[in-house]
């Protein structure tokens, strides 16, 4: 398939999706969303790929939904077709997703970001759900998913006010796994990428499952669920061979990758 709005390539076992609006700060327009799902049905399809990153430009990861797009928009329309659940794709992605952000990631574009597994950011990355300042309100999981990560408080804080929090304050709070250096975005997110690409794909997903499950379902539950896909794992050549593998003093040679 072709694209017109986002960048794809690999890299060693990892799909990196680029957004590629720079006019519209990457925001995210019907096209776009479209893309992005098509690229992750490839890139899930691809046995080679272990990880996949989604990143945008230096100056935004990604300005938010399409407001230009949006402002036409009537409920009834909105309703029958249900325009923005496209993005649904994103959170049933089976293989490990890192979300690379530099610069803006407001709106939905910051509820994209929520809906990978991890977000790494440039030092100059700016959070926040401002939807309030134009009569609406987070509508991809930023009321859902930003509450989980950082908590009521600063959820309030930020969907209520509009303000942006910048990535020091990010990672204080929970929403990002690290902070790194602006030119060192893409570098440092690929050696992640690349280290997770590198494990048994079956051990990873399991590992993915569980955590998610850790939102879904009540402790008990999800401590069951947890043991009987680690119980599960017994069946995998991979577990032979990370464990023999650690046993021989030897790097493993995993299959499922
Ligand atoms: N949609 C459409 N175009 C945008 C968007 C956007 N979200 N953000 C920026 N642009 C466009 C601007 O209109 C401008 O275009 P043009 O040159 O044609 O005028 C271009 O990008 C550059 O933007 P600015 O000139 O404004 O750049 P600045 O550096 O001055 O400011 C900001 C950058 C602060 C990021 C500013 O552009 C801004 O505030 N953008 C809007 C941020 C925002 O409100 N985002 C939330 C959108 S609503 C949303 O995401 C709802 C999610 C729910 C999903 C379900 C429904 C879709």
Redesign the pocket.
């Known amino acids: 398939m072709a694209y017109e709005n986002i960048l794809v390539e690999t890299d060693g076992g990892v799909g990196v999706i680029r957004l590629n609006r720079p006019?519209?700060?990457n925001?995210?327009n019907d096209a776009l969303i479209a893309e992005v799902s098509a690229a992750l049905d490839a890139f899930e399809a691809d046995a080679a790929i272990g990880c996949i990153v989604i990143t945008g430009s230096e100056k935004?990861f990604a300005?938010?939904?399409?407001?230009?797009q949006?402002s036409e928009s009537q409920f009834a329309d909105l309703y029958a077709r249900d325009p923005?659940a496209n993005l649904e794709r994103v959170q049933r992605t089976r293989k490990p997703l890192i979300a690379a952000v530099a610069g803006?990631a407001?709106?939905?574009?910051c509820?994209l970001a929520m809906m990978c597994d991890f977000i790494i950011a440039a030092g100059n990355a700016k959070f926040g759900q401002?939807?309030v300042?134009?009569g609406?309100m987070?509508?991809?999981g930023?009321s859902q998913r930003l509450t989980r990560s950082v908590g009521k408080a600063k959820a309030m804080d930020l969907c209520l006010t509009g303000r942006m929090m910048d990535a020091a304050e990010a990672e204080r709070c929970g929403l990002v796994a690290r902070v790194v250096a602006a030119d060192k975005l893409m570098e440092e997110t690929l050696t992640a990428a690349k280290k997770i690409a590198s494990m048994g794909q079956l051990s990873t997903i399991a590992n993915k499952e569980a955590i998610n499950a850790a939102f879904e379902t009540p402790l008990n539950e999800g401590l069951r669920l947890e043991r009987r896909l680690f119980y599960s794992l017994f069946a995998t050549e991979d577990q032979k061979e990370g464990m023999a593998a650690f046993i021989a003093k030897r790097p493993p040679d995993f299959k499922h990758r």
């Open positions: 006019k519209a700060l925001a995210l935004a300005a938010g939904a399409d407001i230009k949006m923005f803006y407001l709106g939905g574009g509820e401002p939807e300042t134009l609406v987070p509508a991809w930023g």
